[in-house]
């Protein structure tokens, strides 16, 4: 078995993202906060998650993200599988976040993108077949 367990991410506001991540998963929690050293920086740090998956964030975060439109080396966006799309979409536009992406139309799933405080893009992909074939079918009708 493989599972991708945890994201660790430096941010440029704590509780901005915090307040972003939140709003997506509300089940989820501060599962343990500190400080640490990183590299000679002094760093807030804190797991945010459920029992089986958390994202990490670090705070004192410097400079801009990557260009998310250009083919620069980094990060280009992380997606996390959900069960409600359209409930998260809610939530989302609700607290005041917009949508980078509506991602596109695909007969066996829907995503949407948005980007989070610190320049991350986040996808919520929603899979509307059980079947592997038709749920990494790419052949996305525009």
Not at 74 to 91: C, M, P, T, Y
Request: without cysteine; hydrophobic residues 40%; glycine residues 6%.
């Amino acid at each position: 078995m493989v599972r991708l367990e945890h994201l660790n991410l430096v941010v440029t506001n704590m509780q901005e993202t915090l307040a972003f991540y939140s709003t997506a998963f509300p089940h989820w929690k501060v599962r343990e906060r500190g400080e640490a050293i990183w590299y000679g920086t002094n760093r807030q740090w804190l797991h945010f998650g459920d029992e089986y998956n958390y994202l990490t964030f670090n705070d004192k975060g410097t400079g801009e993200n990557r260009n998310l439109q250009s083919d620069t080396l980094g990060l280009a966006h992380f997606a996390f599988e959900v069960s409600n799309l359209d409930a998260i979409k809610q939530r989302m536009l609700d607290a005041g976040y917009a949508i980078a992406n509506n991602g596109a139309m695909n007969a066996f799933r829907k995503n949407v993108y948005f980007i989070d405080p610190s320049g991350f893009e986040v996808e919520f992909v929603e899979y509307l077949s059980d079947i592997p074939k038709e749920r990494n079918n790419n052949n996305d009708e525009v």
